[in-house]
């Protein structure tokens, strides 16, 4: 089994930052890659970026691409997700999950709140 554990979310204002963490443990190295994901009340969870444990690819939604930067420190097992020049529209339930190889994101977290205050 693998564990993701988020942590960093918060209240902020517009034009403001945080950074999010996901940190795994358990049997991380059955792991290709972490992935974020969002959702808002009343709206489905999207995703937001993800990463490759080796190589470091990233790739992210539109929605947040200029803004949001995804990256991983393989030593601590963590993958952070650095948010910048927030928007209302940014807030909701942030989760992570890790998959295996190409499967689907098997293994999610509880989430952790952002609120963009305008």
């Known amino acids: 089994q693998v564990q993701v554990a988020e942590s960093g979310g918060g209240l902020v204002q517009a034009g403001g930052s945080l950074r999010l963490s996901c940190a795994a443990s358990?049997?991380?190295?059955?792991?290709?890659?972490i992935g974020w994901f969002r959702q808002a009340p009343g709206k489905e969870r999207e995703f937001v970026a993800a990463i490759t444990w080796s190589g470091g690819i990233a790739n992210y939604a539109d929605s947040v691409k200029g803004r949001f930067t995804i990256s991983r420190d393989n030593a601590k097992a963590t993958v952070y997700l650095q948010m910048n020049s927030l928007k209302p529209e940014d807030t909701a339930n942030y989760y992570c999950a890790a998959r295996v190889a190409t499967g689907p994101y098997a293994y999610w977290g509880q989430g952790t709140q952002v609120t963009v205050s305008s």
């Open positions: 358990g049997r991380t190295f059955v792991t290709s890659g």
